[in-house]
């Protein structure tokens, strides 16, 4: 009796305790269907010193592209700038560089915004395909502790140069989001301030939604952190451990995505759904009020209207920030598919 008992605690325990396995160092964890392993180590110390920052300035038709570790200096030198504008930085994932599709997409969405300063990190060099996926995306995974202790020292030096905290917007999608939240946690520790918003579109899940949580993205690491999820459970993750989770559609396959269809991106129906969350984050920045979300516990529940009396926020780039909870938001109803 006493043997049965032990034996149904260790398997409860490691079904609802995955942070168990991480404790043990280089785990393991599937993409797709190939095993990987995850390594979170903060000594590697690798050099990450080849990132590329581009920084643009729609208003005067400005744009140019530093190293990571003198991009701030150089900008500050190079230019007049004004302090008083939002800084917009925006972290793409495994394997996307500036010329990619989700920086394009980010660039487009803020071109016409005023008072801002956008900046885009390209870490292709240290996250692009070599070796093949499986290498690949175990580097990356390398890589993000050090690409995330950067970007917050980047972050620092803007705001010695003047940006205050409460103007610093970082978004990051899939891995960039992962970046994210050591970039935060580091200039915390650097400035002992907060960055003002950190949002996270589908971020990575293989590797960090069974990580230890310092290793992942999460409430404390900005003042306020909001997370998108569209393919959780995929290439997104599984963690709400933001201030905010916003779960678009049903958070998980998105509409146009569905392995029955030939979908918009000729993908599968997780990189399609992974990759459409940019798509739906870039359109409420130019639609204040995109996309009304309401606080509920399933989508089963929301899609019966269980949900509709309860709280309702804003999902999106005019989220007002003081909501917190788990929330559901349509983007079908407003005919962004
Ligand atoms: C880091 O890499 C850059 C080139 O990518 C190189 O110039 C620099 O010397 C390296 N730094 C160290 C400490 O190895
Ligand atoms: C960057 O600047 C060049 C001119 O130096 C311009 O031709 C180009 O369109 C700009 N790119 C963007 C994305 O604004
Ligand atoms: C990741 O880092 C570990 C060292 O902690 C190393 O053993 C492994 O080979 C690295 N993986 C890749 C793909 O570079
Ligand atoms: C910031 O400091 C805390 C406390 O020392 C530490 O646990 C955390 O890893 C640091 N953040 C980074 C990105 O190194
Ligand atoms: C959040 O802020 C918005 C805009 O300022 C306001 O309309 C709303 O009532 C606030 N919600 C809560 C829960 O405080």
Known sequence: MERVFYIVCAFL??????NWVAKYGPFRTLL?????TCDHSKDLNLNVSATEVFFYDFQNDYN??????????AIRNAYNLDVTRRLILFVPGYKSHIARNAPEIIRMAFKNVPNIYLMILDHSIYTSAQGGRVKSYERSVNYTYDLGKAVGQLLTK???IG?????????????????LGYAGSMYYNMTSEKVWRVTGIDPAGPCFSNSLIEDQIRSGIAEYVEVYHCNAGGLGTTSVLADADFFLNDGKI?????????????????????KSCVKYWAETVSNPGWYLAWKCDSYKEFTKGKCA???VTIA?????????GVFYASTATYGVL
């Open 163 to 179: 940006f205050e905290s409460k103007n610093i917007h970082c978004i990051g999608h899939s891995l960039g989001g992962q970046i």
């Open 13 to 18: 325990f490691l079904d609802t305790n995955a």
């Open 254 to 274: 998105q509409p146009l995505c569905d392995a029955n269809f030939f979908n918009s991106f000729g993908d599968s129906e997780a990189r399609c759904s992974h």
């Open 309 to 311: 009396a309860n709280e």
């Open 158 to 160: 803007f705001r010695l």
């Open 32 to 36: 797709y269907s190939d095993w990987i």
């Open 64 to 73: 140019y592209s530093y190293t990571i570790d003198s991009a701030a200096e």
């Open 316 to 324: 999106g780039y005019s989220n007002p920030g003081n909501a917190t």
